[in-house]
């Protein structure tokens, strides 16, 4: 692969298999000591088994950390260097994709009557997964716009009279 798509695949494998991995990982968080169907359910869960569940999260554990090192490798300073802006975009739609896996099982997990952690994790959880994503919307547009424009003179001040930019950016 080309490695001006290398990166990008990375980020994005890293940011839809965090959930898969969160939700795979955490394991059914169904009330112990009851059979399945005396559980109520808000959400039924997918007919995976418990052991496919958990090698499907630990597969997608794999490739978010590979992703995660590919990233990491990337941001150390040299002349082919990721813009570390871009972690601005990414940090919060890991967040957004933890929390997401995370209320994904509190949603699924079969109970005793009301599901309460379900009802407080989409009240708290559901509008701050939407915060992270449309922070990581706007930054990555205003990112984008700005890469157009290339790089802009610093804001008035001593040291900026004599500015041009560097080799290779900008007019």
């Not at 990008?8 to 009851?34: K, N």
């Not at 399945?36 to 959400?43: F, I």
Request: charge should be positive.
């Amino acid at each position: 692969m080309r490695r001006h798509l290398m990166r990008p695949a990375a980020a994005v494998t890293l940011i839809v298999t965090t959930p898969v991995a969160t939700w795979g990982l955490m394991g059914r968080q169904d009330a112990a000591g009851f059979d399945p169907s005396e559980l109520d359910y808000l959400v039924r869960p997918f007919g995976i088994p418990a052991g496919a569940e958990t090698a499907i999260g630990a597969a997608a554990a794999v490739l978010a950390t590979g992703a995660a090192v590919l990233l990491g490798r990337a941001s150390r300073p040299g002349p082919d260097r990721f813009d570390g802006r871009w972690w601005e975009v990414i940090g919060p739609l890991l967040a957004a994709g933890l929390l997401t896996g995370a209320i994904w099982r509190t949603v699924t997990a079969g109970v005793i009557g009301a599901n309460i952690g379900a009802g407080l994790a989409m009240l708290l959880g559901g509008p701050l997964v939407a915060g992270l994503v449309l922070w990581s919307l706007g930054r990555g547009l205003w990112l984008a716009r700005a890469r157009r424009r290339g790089p802009r003179p610093p804001r008035g001040g001593a040291g900026t009279a004599g500015w041009r930019p560097a080799a290779g950016q900008g007019t």
